[in-house]
């Protein structure tokens, strides 16, 4: 039987470039990750997707960022075995410890869980780069912050993707929490996750666009909200999320570059909420915005 191949992207990028093309590549490619040049301050990013589908969609996207940015990176194209690149997969996704509580692990990893943590599984193939991106273990750790203060009842995971977050506020409070995802790929492999942990009858996957989403709507307000998403998306949704958010209740963001962290925080300021936290984790930052007000307000839960 022939070898499977996919097709694999790599571009390299100026830090201020780096959210587009990775917006630009997330929309079409099975996965991508990306890593920072240190010595050089630039951004490089690798993405694999079928052989041969989407190339309009892709060729579309590419030419989206490049206008929003003005940057034209050089993007290299080849082909990878489909075994071999899911064994580099799991080779980069060793069990990652992170803060005081969890562990989060791939299937590939069989070794007893480790005592006194909570073990978050993922299917290796499919959550590629999430166990170990800076701004997934910065809201893990954010999430530590909140475990002790309190017990939120009504939890949004909006972007969930891998669906890390929403099974993390599942084990820790073994409440319901609503998982959605622009993309339908995101929530099938969020509900397969969940299956994996037990607690898909605690985690409700949902496809949404944000916070239009009647269903999102109807369960508000929230008492803890996830968005691990990006900082333009971010801003954009801040007073949809102040709108939201229960009185007294938090919002956990990422998926922003240190240096957009006050960009964000200004956003949130003008929608009422105040900063609790800010987290950082490698160039990246998780803030922790709380809703000041105090009065009342019921809703029914999901």
């Not at 409700?204 to 944000?210: E, I, N, Q, V």
């Not at 900063?275 to 803030?287: H, I, Q, Y």
């Amino acid at each position: 039987m022939a070898a499977e191949f996919l097709d694999s992207i790599t571009l390299t990028v100026p830090a201020d470039a780096l959210e587009a093309f990775e917006t630009a590549l997330g929309s079409v490619c099975r996965a991508v990750s990306f890593f920072h040049d240190e010595e050089n301050d630039l951004w490089n990013i690798s993405a694999v997707k079928e052989r041969g589908a989407d190339e309009d969609s892709l060729a579309a996207a590419l030419a989206m960022a490049e206008l929003l940015t003005g940057f034209t990176p050089a993007v290299e194209r080849s082909l990878v075995p489909a075994g071999g690149w899911l064994g580099r997969t799991k080779l980069s996704f060793p069990e990652q410890i992170i803060g005081k509580k969890f562990a989060v692990r791939g299937t590939h990893i069989t070794n007893p869980p480790l005592p006194g943590r909570l073990t978050l599984v993922l299917d290796a193939g499919l959550a590629f780069g999430s166990g170990e991106h800076h701004s997934t273990r910065g809201c893990l750790l954010a999430l530590e912050f909140v475990a002790r203060r309190g017990r939120p009842r009504r939890i949004l995971d909006l972007g969930t993707g891998s669906g890390v977050l929403a099974i993390a506020s599942a084990k820790v409070w073994r409440r319901g929490v609503l998982a959605t995802d622009i993309d339908a790929r995101a929530v099938r492999v969020a509900r397969a996750n969940g299956k994996l942990n037990g607690v898909h009858n605690l985690v409700h996957t949902l496809k949404a666009d944000g916070w239009m989403n009647p269903l999102i709507q109807k369960a508000a307000p929230y008492d803890l909200v996830f968005a691990n998403i990006l900082a333009r998306p971010l801003c954009a949704m801040a007073h949809h999320l102040a709108a939201h958010l229960a009185p007294g209740g938090t919002a956990i963001l990422s998926g922003l570059l240190s240096g957009q962290a006050n960009w964000v925080i200004s956003a949130h300021r003008r929608a009422g909420l105040v900063l609790l936290s800010k987290l950082l984790e490698g160039a990246w930052t998780t803030l922790i915005m709380r809703n000041p007000r105090q009065s009342e307000k019921k809703s029914s839960a999901f």
